[in-house]
């Protein structure tokens, strides 16, 4: 039986002033899937990230995520004053009871 993908992004498109962003891109990310975006300077990497988290509305396509599933973003240059780690900061956005989530992804890496 096929397992149920984490997040599906499904022939979307989008446009930025006219030109052409992403046009029917299509990816799967599947439970243990191991992810990295690679590209020059305004490829469109961090754009993609918040497509990903759903945090930008596209011009076509769909996205999917199963229900309990979270997609995060962390912004590229985030404001850790107040925080010891980047992992305390990562930790204080995460919903009540949910920290133990970081020391088992921090497990995986």
């Known amino acids: 039986m096929a397992r149920a993908p984490l997040l599906q992004l499904s022939g979307i498109s989008l446009t930025f002033g006219g030109n052409p962003l992403f046009d029917g891109l299509t990816l799967v990310v599947q439970p243990g899937d191991r992810v990295a975006l690679v590209g020059r300077n305004g490829s469109g990497k961090s754009t993609l990230?918040?497509?990903?988290?759903?945090?930008?509305?596209?011009?076509?396509?769909?996205?999917?995520?199963?229900?309990g599933i979270t997609v995060g973003y962390m912004e590229q240059d985030p404001d850790l004053s107040g925080y010891a780690t980047l992992g305390d900061f990562a930790a204080s956005n995460l919903p009540e009871g949910m920290d133990y989530k970081l020391a088992v992804v921090a497990e995986g890496l």
């Not at 990230?49 to 769909?62: I, P, Q, S």
């Open 49 to 67: 990230m918040k497509v990903m988290a759903g945090l930008t509305e596209v011009d076509r396509g769909n996205r999917t995520v199963p229900p």
